[in-house]
């Protein structure tokens, strides 16, 4: 999704939930500086353009919708953990490092292509996890692109992948583990804002 486009969106979006544009700004900048030598999105383009794409959400049905998996293969964070536990290994990781992130390492190392994703609440897991990454990382913001770093759209790791794949030239695009109305309990989450969030995500796919 152009930039124009989504940046509208995006100013909906922090005032429904409060977000500091500021603060994802400053994600960004740390993400920028802990990654050394980030990827082009050419090398997304690379694998992800002419081709059917299956993304895997993290959403308990993917357990049950795996031999449906095809093609290119993205995974939305924590749905990787569960897909290297069926010996898949995502091509593409979309991810802002909430789920398990050795599992996301150890892909990397195997030569995953990885989209980290900075975002004004998660700058600490950021230092902590970035530097960690042996494979390819791109860069992105939910804020204004610069440099090399990327805005795709999207708001949650699942609609982000959506768009990624989207923009980079998916012929078809299969959503897998997707549950837009029963959000998973994590402890220290709040449910009502995962709800929300994921109304987002589904508003955002249905309408982009």
């Known amino acids: 999704m152009d930039f124009r486009t989504w940046e509208p969106i995006y100013m909906r979006i922090l005032a429904d939930f409060g977000i500091s544009r500021e603060a994802d700004e400053e994600a960004a900048r740390i993400l920028s500086s802990l990654v050394d030598s980030p990827a082009h999105p050419a090398i997304l383009r690379d694998i992800l353009a002419g081709e059917d794409v299956s ?14 998996i095809a093609g290119v293969v993205v995974a939305a964070d924590e749905a990787t953990s569960l897909l290297i536990r069926h010996d898949i290994r995502p091509d593409v990781i979309v ?6 992130v050795d599992d996301q390492i150890a892909a990397s190392r195997q030569g995953t292509v990885t989209a980290i994703h900075a975002h004004g609440d998660n700058i600490e897991t950021l230092r902590r996890h970035v530097p960690r990454f042996p494979g390819p990382v ?3 913001t939910q804020a204004a692109p610069f440099d090399e770093v990327y805005n795709f759209g999207g708001f949650t790791d699942g609609d982000r992948a959506y768009f990624l794949a989207k923009t980079c030239g998916a012929t078809s695009i299969k959503l897998l583990g997707y549950d837009f109305e029963h959000p998973a309990r994590k402890p220290g989450k709040d449910t009502a804002v995962k709800q929300k969030k994921l109304r987002w995500a589904r508003h955002l796919i249905e309408t982009y």
Do not use: Y
């Open 55 to 68: 993304i895997c959400g993290a959403a308990e049905t993917l357990e049950q919708e795996i031999a449906s």
């Open 138 to 140: 791109v860069p992105t």
């Open 95 to 100: 991810t802002d490092l909430d789920g398990a």
